[in-house]
T-cell receptor, first 110, second 114 residues
Framework: RKEVEQDPGPFNVPEGATVAFNCTYSNSASQSFFWYRQDCRKEPKLLMS???SGNEDGRFTAQLNRASQYISLLIRDSKLSDSATYLCVVNDIGTYKYIFGTGTRLKVLA | DAGVIQSPRHEVTEMGQEVTLRCKPISGHNSLFWYRQTMMRGLELLIY????????DSGMPEDRFSAKMPNASFSTLKIQPSEPRDSAVYFCASSFIQGGTEAFFGQGTRLTVV
């Protein structure tokens, strides 16, 4: 089983739609969680950290469920500029490794 | 700060040649990571350093790959000899490991081995 698993997609959604991605992780000792965004032929960049209580940043909401070992990302009112690959990242404080999922590709259609 | 700086941005080399990729982490960061990204396998962690010391190199594919971090501001990833299957984008990332802060990536080196 992969350490971090994501549905690769692609998710094709119309502008204005709400879309949600899930990610599961296998190491219950994982302590920090992130969502990164990667545009085509660019480096991954932090979208948002994921906190135990859940957090929101504008149209983006991240949730963590430790019991079920999954992380979610919700994007409301999708924009064309949201088209990208979204990477789920897990960091184990003990080993300091950042483990990336393979990413979920999102395409927002006009 | 200029962010994580990688060089070269692109490298095309012939099979069997030695390739050296370079990385300058963000000043003050104490951890450095080398990743490889391909369409088939996504982002794979090759090796990471904490305070210039290699902590885990279990992701290095084989002995042809080696990495060094002689000081806090410089790291290299070397492939010798290179093979066509090494063609990928190689990213360097750095972070300050305290309380689970995020990693910052360089722009990557696109390596093509022909």
């Amino acid at each position: 089983r992969k350490e971090v698993e994501q549905d690769p997609g692609p998710f094709n959604v119309p502008e204005g739609a709400t879309v949600a991605f899930n990610c599961t992780y296998s190491n219950s000792a994982s302590q920090s969680f992130f969502w990164y965004r990667q545009d085509c032929r660019k480096e991954p960049k932090l979208l948002m950290s994921v906190y135990s209580s859940g957090n929101e940043d504008g149209r983006f909401t991240a949730q963590l469920n430790r019991a079920s070992q999954y992380i979610s990302l919700l994007i409301r009112d999708s924009k064309l500029s949201d088209s990208a690959t979204y990477l789920c990242v897990v960091n184990d404080i003990g080993t300091y490794k950042y483990i990336f999922g393979t990413g979920t590709r999102l395409k927002v259609l006009a | 700060d200029a962010g994580v700086i990688q060089s070269p941005r692109h490298e095309v080399t012939e099979m069997g040649q030695e390739v050296t990729l370079r990385c300058k982490p963000i000043s003050g960061h104490n951890s450095l990571f080398w990743y490889r990204q391909t369409m088939m396998r996504g982002l794979e962690l090759l090796i990471y350093f904490n305070n210039n010391v290699p902590i885990d190199d279990s992701g290095m594919p084989e002995d042809r790959f080696s990495a060094k971090m002689p000081n806090a501001s410089f790291s290299t990833l070397k492939i010798q000899p290179s093979e066509p299957r090494d063609s990928a984008v190689y990213f360097c990332a750095s972070s300050f490991i305290q309380g689970g802060t995020e990693a910052f990536f360089g722009q990557g080196t696109r390596l093509t081995v022909v």
